[in-house]
């Protein structure tokens, strides 16, 4: 080959560095030919003035890349590289649409971050970093012993769920979850409510599942079409129904259940059952089978944080077995830190004390929510009142739901209908509701909400 | 109906729970009969002997549960309830097989917990924490902005992977991105590398997906098996193939993306391309494609700890549209307390110098391990010694890869045969390897170790 004139930039960074560069630039540019031998690394290294440890680094790392190989008699000898187009340069990325501006958050997701118990919390953190060792390995596949120990218990007391932590599986979040049990249940086709929760259905459809639509009557999921609908696993909200509000009375409880029996399963959803303010909570449904029908999902996101993703599930003992054959190699989903941490935030007792004054907290805000809807919209009608952290408001006041939408985002207010809650669109017979969430409302903002939706839809 | 008798306890916790408790047994057996009425609530107060609050609270719960109905003139009205087998008890837990107990652990998955940088993220974590508010509700659906940030700052830095940060999308592990890859990229056949991670293929398996395994040679990937496959997506890991510990050299990569050009996709998995050791890091496979067909994966489960659960992945331009529409509804699955910890982290600069702590470390132990092998075993040959935390030890010992697994367990050594990676048993011409980890293999123990691999492999 000919002499390689090289030149060395005092800046440049480690010389051996600049000599792979520059080699890597002659092979690319094809000055440096498929079959044509580099010189001998002694012979380079005088002729650059430059050590042979530098030279030997510097083929080292064009061999490490391929551009170069190493034959045993006449040392390195060019690559032959195909020519690729050049790369293209990075497209900048899209401005995203900044969120809409509301002065009034009537979402359901929201929570207040003011009654986060921040300091018990970051006590607590400190602590199981101080015992960190333990903690930074892989852990136990379904969520770490103390944390599912704790959520059974707490689900023993609290909503009469029946179960050992060996049946408690943790992950981040309800969808991830949701998602798992899809898989799990072999793709057959989902019962879900509607109107619900929009999410699940999708969820299922892209896991390769079918959703049947079940329509809700005032006592939950109805069950004639249930059983019409070929479905083998129903989704449900039974403690609250999402959006409607309605707790499924005993009765239909066991008719689901007795549907469940024969080989079915029914996934209960226990989204915000912490919230029961005027008579105590009613006992989960899993609680009430004996047969081990009923899988049952919760979540901390609202008696936490959402920011926090920590949610569970108890599995029947009749579909412990399969999912530790199936899913049981994937490791949880959800930081040890974490886990641990919210572990001894309930071992500790702090966690139904945070819930007690949350509870106080969000009767308020619902109280006073109601009590201003009451004064400021003449003739409405409140629904869904006794639990869960957003109410149904039907206001005779000659608006679709779809323009009181509208109107409410104008007057700053930002809420759904819900007809949004109906997969294909809302019944001729479904209620004209708004659904108001008020658990990311700070009480002082209620009154000028309420102001905000008599001007969006009584127009004074 | 007939006078109830209640007995209130003293200890028995308030008295409109005893009541309701007591009413619902009377429902349960049946002694209350469906139909019946029960005693208005002024008269069962005053011949109990409690005020009518409690038992206004008890009616009130008994109705919420759908045990009694409120009727307009007769009051409340017991509700007709079939009965349910009675629920069977709680199965206890099986007893779990305890690990065995290993006294040197050479498997890949093991970080040594002595280098996490405790102090600086105990500091980060409280920083976070007392900037909370905003970071406790939902966050971006990819991931925190700043996170994201940080990651496509130091991909390109590190990497040379070319994005911003609206390409990067932040996942609870690489096994939880590799799913939704799976059900994104169509349920089409992947192609996976043969010996490779179990995992891969059995996530792909329980996503709906089929896997072609697809033989490693010593460059990587075989291209042409993989043409020959019908495969429209493969799963590589061109820096340090798991486990063979192959560099993919240029050339392979050139033939990887020509194929891929035509309307497939390359997923480069670079699971710990930061531990690179006697060279410089090759450059990404992401960052020679010029046509958008790379999507690159990586993980902080070996730079920072597998405890946090904290994976990314980079997608093209081509894809971001199509995952938006099929799983931008989704949250994403990280808690934003350790997404904002570790964006600090890595904007402090904290990262950079913990991986050049980590890698001094890990090179000291590579070195250590390798001179004991080769001190112990006479013959021994070791491989993919540059790069990654493992290596591969092939002994003349004359025991099959499954009797030396054996062996080394018997003497204290947990470890596994290069054998146990392939899909369907290694093939006749594999090389009778044992892959050794040692990030969890702290550098006093390796003496001890190698000992031990001696007494177990050549009996002396």
Redesign the interface.
């Known amino acids: 080959m000919q002499s390689l004139t090289i030149r060395f930039a005092p800046g440049g960074g480690p010389l051996y560095?600049q000599l792979?560069a520059a080699l890597r630039a002659e092979i690319a540019a094809q000055r440096l030919s498929a079959g044509e031998k580099l010189p001998g690394k002694r012979r380079l290294a005088a002729d650059l003035g430059v050590s042979v440890n530098t030279v030997d680094?510097a083929y080292?790392?064009l061999a490490?890349?391929?551009?170069v190989e190493a034959h045993a008699r006449s040392g390195f000898v060019v690559?032959?590289?195909?020519s690729?187009?050049?790369?293209?340069a990075?497209?900048?990325?899209?401005a995203?649409a900044p969120p809409a501006p509301f002065l009034y958050d009537c979402a359901t997701?929201?929570?207040d971050?003011?009654l986060?118990p921040?300091k018990t919390?970051?006590r607590i953190?400190?602590d199981v970093?101080a015992r960190?060792?333990e903690?930074?390995?892989?852990?136990h596949r379904q969520g770490d012993e103390e944390l599912r120990e704790a959520v059974a218990t707490h689900l023993r007391e609290y909503r009469a769920v029946?179960?050992?932590?060996?049946?408690v599986v943790i992950g981040?979040?309800i969808?991830?979850l949701l998602?798992m049990l899809a898989?799990l249940l072999c793709?057959e086709t989902f019962a879900v409510e509607d109107p619900g929760y929009a999410?699940t259905a999708?969820?299922l459809h892209?896991?390769?599942v079918r959703a049947a639509f079940i329509p809700v009557d005032r006592?939950g999921m109805d069950t004639a079409a249930l059983a019409a609908s070929g479905a083998r696993v129903a989704y449900v909200t039974p403690s609250h129904q999402f959006p409607t509000g309605v707790?499924?009375?005993?009765?239909?409880?066991?008719?689901l259940?007795?549907w469940a029996e024969d080989g079915r399963f029914l996934i209960e959803d226990d989204y915000d059952s912490e919230f029961r303010f005027?008579?105590?909570p009613?006992?989960s449904l899993q609680?009430?089978?004996?047969?081990?029908r009923v899988i049952y999902i919760g979540t901390f996101s609202k008696s936490v944080?959402?920011?926090?993703?920590?949610a569970y599930m108890v599995l029947p003992?009749t579909l412990l077995g399969r999912w530790r054959d199936?899913?049981g190699?994937?490791?949880?989903?959800?930081?040890?830190?974490?886990q641990q941490t919210l572990a001894r935030f309930l071992q500790g007792g702090h966690f139904a004390r945070h819930l007690g004054r949350l509870r106080v907290a969000y009767r308020g805000r619902r109280d006073a929510l109601a009590a201003a809807l009451r004064a400021q919209l003449p003739g409405v009608r409140l629904d869904g009142l006794?639990t869960g952290l957003h109410l149904l408001a039907t206001v005779p006041c000659g608006l679709s739901p779809a323009q009181m939408e509208r109107a409410a985002a104008d007057n700053g207010v930002r809420c759904n209908a819900l007809a949004d809650y109906y997969a294909a669109g809302a019944p001729e017979n479904a209620p004209p509701a708004m659904v108001l969430g008020y658990a990311?409302l700070p009480e002082a903002a209620i009154p000028g909400a309420a102001a905000a939706l008599r001007r969006a839809w009584l127009g004074d």
Chains 1, 2 share one sequence.
């Open positions: 560095r792979y680094a080292g790392m490490a890349e391929g551009y690559c032959r590289l195909d690729l187009p050049a790369p293209a990075p497209v900048p990325a899209p995203e997701a929201s929570i971050t003011t986060f921040y919390w970051r953190q400190q970093l960190a060792p903690f930074l390995n892989h852990g029946r179960c050992g932590a060996h049946q981040a979040g969808e991830y998602g898989r793709r999410r999708r969820i892209n896991n390769g006592r707790t499924m009375p005993v009765q239909r409880r066991y008719e259940l007795r005027d008579t105590r009613l006992p609680g009430m089978d004996g047969a081990g944080a959402p920011a926090i993703r920590i003992e199936e899913f190699f994937y490791s949880c989903t959800v930081s040890r830190f974490e006794h990311g």
